[in-house]
């Protein structure tokens, strides 16, 4: 399950990098839009990086386990919503990630 964990964390990080890198694809300029549009890589990539610490922690009963838990959960429920205002195939995969992530999580 340990490495299933890490490949689903991996590819959210992707994601975010993706994302980040169709930027200036997509704004031509250095908005206010383009840079919430780059936030929103940073976001996938920071849940990626909470995850992928969690997986190399060894305590059960630690708190970075409880954060991570959190974490995964809100981004689950934004994901949620951002798949219903915006039904694109990219925010379909996102809330599958998200959505196994959090249940490798616990």
Request: hydrophobic share 60%.
């Amino acid at each position: 399950m340990k490495i299933v964990y890490l490949i689903v964390a991996l590819m959210i990080m992707l994601l975010g990098f993706i994302h980040i890198c169709i930027a200036p694809r997509i704004h031509k300029s250095m908005t206010q839009e383009s840079m919430w549009f780059v936030s929103g890589g940073l976001a996938l990539i920071s849940n990626a990086i909470i995850n992928l610490v969690m997986i190399n922690v060894k305590l059960e009963s630690s708190s970075m386990k409880y954060l991570c838990q959190g974490n995964n959960v809100l981004t689950l429920i934004f994901s949620l919503i951002l798949v219903r205002v915006l039904p694109r195939p990219q925010t379909k995969l996102f809330v599958f990630l998200m959505f196994l992530e959090t249940l490798l999580g616990f």
